[in-house]
């Protein structure tokens, strides 16, 4: 008798089945349908797991706090949306338009972000190892607040995630975690990156014009290539490690 088969076939249909999303596609666009500015989609706090979200219009839906967890939002229009506390691990939002969406207290672990417009976004989350190749980042603000600091230093956290060849020119970076971050290529101009944790980023070929790095750590960082006219770099930490840096430093603007 062949007991392992028949454990197997046992085990198979006396495990509980993982729970399903709370919606399916169809649902959700059945609610789109009928949503307006003044009453949104009701997805707030919703399980959407898995849920093929591609391309949908979803600037009329109320996804506050909803599970998008290894979602697929790809080239959906999220313009303005108020995204805060929702969970986005693994969430794909290739091309998707996040334009002056606020993500706040969000986990984005190995999120895909590729091409997405994220444009005056206001972000404190965790982007480690999140993909963000040609994102366009300008005027982002993803920075610490330090005048709402009461629950401690809140900003975010992009350890080792992958900005090469994003636009992340006049944003907002302070203090924000990117060590052994890829921005290579990046277009970085006017970008502020006071006190930001840059240690062990590549910046190859960054354009980094103007930028602010005073009092960043720049330990092991590379910088081969980059464009550092006019950068700030008083004060800056492992200027010594730091590869590709012109010996001396660039020269420090004073203001």
Not at 236 to 251: H, I, Q, T, V
Request: hydrophobic content about 45%; aromatic content about 6%; glycine content about 6%.
């Amino acid at each position: 008798m062949r007991i392992w088969p028949l454990f197997l076939l046992l085990l198979a249909v006396l495990s509980p089945a993982l729970p399903a999303a709370d919606l399916t596609r169809q649902q959700v666009i059945a609610l789109l349908r009928q949503a307006t500015p003044d009453r949104p989609a009701d997805l707030r706090r919703k399980d959407l797991k898995n849920v093929d979200l591609s391309s949908l219009d979803l600037r009329h839906a109320d996804l506050w706090g909803a599970d998008l967890r290894y979602a697929d939002l790809s080239h959906a229009n999220l313009q303005g949306q108020n995204l805060d506390l929702t969970v986005m691990r693994g969430t794909k939002l290739v091309g998707a338009n996040l334009e002056g969406a606020s993500i706040f207290g969000v986990i984005m672990i190995d999120a895909d972000l590729t091409g997405a417009n994220l444009r005056n976004t206001r972000v404190v989350a965790t982007l480690d190892r999140a993909k963000l190749v040609e994102a366009d980042l300008e005027n982002a603000y993803w920075g610490a607040d330090m005048k709402n600091q009461s629950m401690g230093l809140m900003r975010a956290s992009c350890n080792k995630a992958d900005f090469t060849g994003a636009n992340l020119k006049n944003a907002d970076f302070n203090r924000v975690l990117l060590r052994f971050a890829r921005l290579d290529k990046a277009g970085m101009e006017n970008i502020d990156l006071f006190r930001a944790d840059l240690s062990g980023a590549s910046l190859r070929q960054a354009r980094l014009q103007n930028a602010d790095l005073r009092e960043a750590h720049l330990d092991n960082a590379d910088f081969t290539g980059a464009d550092l006219h006019g950068a700030r770099l008083d004060g800056a930490l492992g200027l010594d490690s730091a590869a590709g840096l012109k010996r001396p430093f660039p020269k420090i603007v004073i203001h």
